[in-house]
């Protein structure tokens, strides 16, 4: 399921990006990786707000969307 439509405030899992090399490789230096746990903290129009590693990431719909969670 892609992270857009994410339950929020529960632990979740990524398992697979569709992304650019240049856009993952940023992502990654930010700590979001496959198989890395993220918490949803909100989303308003398929924007979403997640916390990883005790840090806050702002995705806009058009990532998240191409970010796929179990």
């Given at each position: ?29 930010l ?11 909100s ?9 990883i ?18």
């Amino acid at each position: 399921m892609p992270l857009t439509i994410a339950p929020i405030s529960k632990e979740i899992t990524i398992v697979k990006m569709f992304l650019d090399s240049k856009l993952k490789s940023h992502l990654s230096s930010l700590g979001l990786t496959l198989n890395s746990k993220v918490r949803i903290l909100s989303q308003t129009k398929g924007n979403v707000v997640l916390s990883i590693k005790g840090s806050r990431i702002a995705l806009d719909h058009d990532v998240a969307q191409n970010i796929f969670i179990v």
